[in-house]
Each structure stands twice: as structure tokens, then as C-alpha cells.
Nanobody, 127 residues
Framework: QMDLVESGGGEVLAGGSLRLSCLGS?????????MAWFRQAPGKAREGVAS???????AYADSVRGRFTISRDNAKNTLYLQMNTLKPEDTAMYYC????????????????????WGQGTQVTVSS
């Protein structure tokens, strides 16, 4: 029932920063949804990047921990991903995802835990 639209992607040099946004619509209580960012490079599986649940507990992939920060502004129905110290390995299509259910801790970055997906925004990091 929620519609998700990502924005903020682009091309940046290694070491640079980008902030992705995901706007949710079609629902009243955005704050109760579990939200996450995933990414997928050509020929590779979609992988979890970061998640934040209704209690604002967060989870990060080891590859981005310390560089990326996930946050949400429930008053604006918006999810964010601040990406700093970007590396060429971060190049991928980035997707926003949501679900009504709070995942188990071990499943927070599992693609199967999320029922609603945006169309993605491309991030390209050049060396």
C-alpha cells in the first residue's frame, strides 16, 4: 500500500559524499514501517546496505559501517542514506524498501523481509 520513490543518486569521485532520499506515500503512519536500503550492481545479487525500524534501531552491512548513516524523518515520510567516503565498490543501483513487520535482528538486511520497493537511484563512484 505504500509507494516509494528514491532520489539523490549521481556520479561522484572516490572519497566524496551523497545523500539519498526515499519518499513514502499512500499511507498515514509512515513511522511504524521498517525501512531499508539495498543495492545491486550489474550481474550481482541485491544486498542489504542499512535498515531502520519503527523503534529507530539500525543495522549496517560490514562494508558500509562507519561510512554510511541511515535515518528517517517520519513527519516528512522520508528515509535517508548519508554516504560518506564513497568507494568505487559502492557503485550500484540503490533501492529503498519497506515492510509493516519488524524483522528479526538477523533478518534486517534480508531482501525477503521487505514487501514494497522503489524503482532505484543510480550511484556511480569514479576513482
Amino acid at each position: 500500500q505504500m509507494d516509494l520513490v528514491e532520489s539523490g543518486g549521481g556520479e561522484v569521485l572516490a572519497g566524496g559524499s551523497l545523500r539519498l532520499s526515499c519518499l513514502g506515500s499512500g499511507i498515514r503512519f509512515f513511522g511504524v514501517y521498517s525501512m531499508a536500503w539495498f543495492r545491486q550492481a550489474p550481474g550481482k545479487a541485491r544486498e542489504g546496505v542499512a535498515s531502520i525500524d519503527r523503534y529507530e534501531f539500525t543495522a549496517y552491512a560490514d562494508s558500509v559501517r562507519g561510512r554510511f548513516t541511515i535515518s528517517r524523518d517520519n513527519a516528512k515520510n522520508t528515509l535517508y542514506l548519508q554516504m560518506n567516503t564513497l568507494k568505487p565498490e559502492d557503485t550500484a543501483m540503490y533501492y529503498c524498501a519497506s515492510d509493516r513487520v519488524v524483522p528479526a535482528q538477523s533478518e534486517r538486511l534480508n531482501v525477503d523481509q521487505y514487501s514494497t520497493w522503489g524503482q532505484g537511484t543510480q550511484v556511480t563512484v569514479s576513482s
